[in-house]
């Protein structure tokens, strides 16, 4: 999410409001943070009563975004679906389920009661590569709804938004009218499954432009759904990803576990804390792979699978990193105890548990495109400056353990952390240019369109954190003498 570092986007660069998304960061990060919900939507964008938003001559409503796949089966948009059609493989849409527009009743009361179209709304879905086909920026116009100098031209109807039809492509952008009739003041969409045959990062705004209807407010849900099943585009290669992983982690189990049953008389306690931090991965792996899994299969993302797989991932992280520190400080090998330290080690690790599952409850709670970068951005960077702190004390507790096996001619455990030293400096160097990496890809790519590359950035960290565990197994494996 699953997910990205991005502001929403309306239509084109010119849409986006900045003021709007700085007065909601706070209020998405405390929305998600109460756990006021039984079920997390996902796929299944959910509206309630929310308001449109001003931009230009336009009024309009995010809902919602992602990355879809062609359908490999034809949907017949005048068809009911049935609850057993809703998971047939092969099938790739947009579905508007319940969708209610109820405007102010001061609106609704200035319209003539025998007249049967008071105000539309248009429902407009854009593959992000035709952005530019909305609003009148080919006509040379700042405007997003047609304008009677416009429609003079007849380029477009007045009260309608503009959207230049390539002859060639004529349903996208797509739109879907609804309208209010007489005084009603409300007016329901028209149950409708919008199909996807071109393979993209779609967007779905709700859109009016008569400023009668300012107060207008949106209710109901929207479905999405690729061919393969629930999961966004961008999150589908993870669940393949998190089985993977959950074997190699099994397999991982199973070597140390033999290891261990034939030495198990010389097990010191650093190799418990390597057993734990294995447990810990697999449980981890399975946990992802169990949710990707129920997601992909029902569109939503039930708080309490998705609450524990959070869970195990911050604490392994804790654990990781605390192994990783309490090794290089010599732990097991030259010191058989902390001492006085070990508060300091257990107060760091606490408080990076805090902000690692914070960070993670808002990344993986809510809609896949709900929160914003500067959202996030108020708990990277305590996570950041956290591993900063443990990468600084990891080599400074290296470079002292390195220095006493050296006084003591060790050379043996010397030749052992050396080893280590230089798989965690490699480890380190690999993070730096992946972040560097991570950064690009998101400068390069505001509007998501290499979503289906996106799956790999956080792919990289659960990948590199097993190697190193691999080698920490193989470096402080279970043997006769393990204190040498």
Known sequence: MMGNNREFICLSYDLIGNGYFQKLTFVVLIYFSCFAINQVGASIHEYQNQSFFRRSNSFFFHGGSEGLYASKLHVDPDKKPSPEENHLNGKSFIRFKSITFRRPKESAEKKNEMQQKTGLVEAIIVEVKDREKIGGSYLHSAAICCTPDLSKEGSCNVGEVIIHQDPNYPYNPQRIQTFFEGKTEETTMVLQTVEINHTGMYYLYF??????????????????????????GKMAPLMTYFGLMSLAYLGLGLVWFLWSVQYWKDIIQLQYHI???????????????????????????????????????AVKKTVSRLLLLVVSMGYGVVRPTLGGVIFKVLLLGLTYFVFSEALGLVENLGNIDDLTGKARLFLVLPVSLLDACFIIWIFSALSQTLEKLQIRRSMAKFALYRKFTNSLAISVLLSIAWVGYELYFNAADPLSELWQRAWIIPAFWNLLAFVLLVVICSLWAPSNNPTR
Not at 207 to 232: A, H, K, Q
């Open 275 to 313: 057993t734990a931090v294995i447990g810990l991965g697999m449980c981890e792996m399975a946990l992802w792979y169990f949710e990707y899994a129920n997601f992909n299969a029902t569109g939503n993302r039930p708080m309490g699978i998705t609450l524990w797989a959070v869970t195990f991932t």
């Open 207 to 232: 859109m009016f432009c008569d400023p009668e209807l300012m107060g207008t407010t949106i209710s109901g849900r929207t479905v999405w759904r690729n061919p393969e099943g629930y999961l966004p």
